[in-house]
């Protein structure tokens, strides 16, 4: 799976938008751009992924940049339980042997009142 | 939805007894995962399951054990519990992919387990 790099933490005052950058600038042309996050003392939970289109869900946006070597999850209006550590995963399955989910620092998000 | 549940939020055992962990999906799922999570060290898969009755061992399976009887459930099992097996452990699932090559894991609430 290919790098990921994300700042350490991000502060986001409520009812405005979370930008969350996410660089990748190994990725190859069949990996996806994952996003989870994680609350304190809760599992992971899967909020979006991509190709090389944007996204858009109930949860957030993502924006993947035309070459393809970053992208940004964007949160439209950030409340206090967005609150949580977010991590980009670069990945593609290529079979039975591909089954890990390889979790790095993430950033971590705090909403500010 | 995808809902994945797992059995205890918190777990509080003596060392050397034998623990089970629980984890139910309700989304007809075919693969199954028991990861553990410790500070510093990430998420770590212990063991993971293709289908029912089938398993396979993760990077850290020493000291557990896992039970696949039917495909809606996936169990951890502990067979003498060990201080350092004091951990967060998560469950997720995944639906076999047909097509394409996304790959989207859902992850139970976690179970707390101390060991003393």
């Known amino acids: 799976d290919a790098k990921t790099t994300q700042p350490t933490s991000m502060d986001c005052a409520e009812g405005r938008a979370a930008n969350l950058p996410c660089n990748h600038s190994t990725i190859s042309g069949n990996e996806y751009v994952y996003w989870y996050r994680q609350i304190h003392s809760q599992g992971p939970q899967y909020i979006i992924h991509?190709?090389?289109n944007n996204e858009t869900n109930e949860m957030a946006s993502l924006i993947i940049t035309e070459d393809r070597k970053s992208s940004t999850l964007i949160l439209p209006h950030a409340t206090l339980r967005d609150t949580a550590v977010y991590y980009c995963i670069v990945r593609a399955y290529s079979g039975a042997g591909s089954y890990q989910l390889t979790f790095g620092k993430g950033t971590k998000l705090s909403v500010i009142p | 939805d995808v809902k994945v549940t797992q059995s205890s939020r918190y777990l509080v055992k003596r060392t050397g007894e034998k623990v089970f962990l629980e984890c139910v999906q309700d989304m007809d799922h075919e693969n199954m995962f028991w990861y553990r999570q410790d500070p510093g060290l990430g998420l770590r898969l212990i063991y993971f399951?293709?289908?029912?009755?089938?398993?396979e061992k993760g990077d850290i399976p020493e000291g557990y054990s896992v039970s696949r009887e039917k495909k809606e459930r996936f169990s951890l099992i502990l067979e003498s519990a060990s201080t350092n097996q004091t951990s967060m452990y998560l469950c997720?699932?995944?639906?076999?992919?047909?097509?394409?090559?996304?790959?989207?894991?859902?992850f139970g609430p976690g179970t707390r387990l101390t060991v003393l």
């Open positions: 399951s293709y289908d029912v009755k089938m398993k």
């Open positions: 991509g190709l090389k």
């Open positions: 997720a699932s995944r639906l076999r992919r047909t097509g394409g090559n996304t790959d989207t894991q859902y």
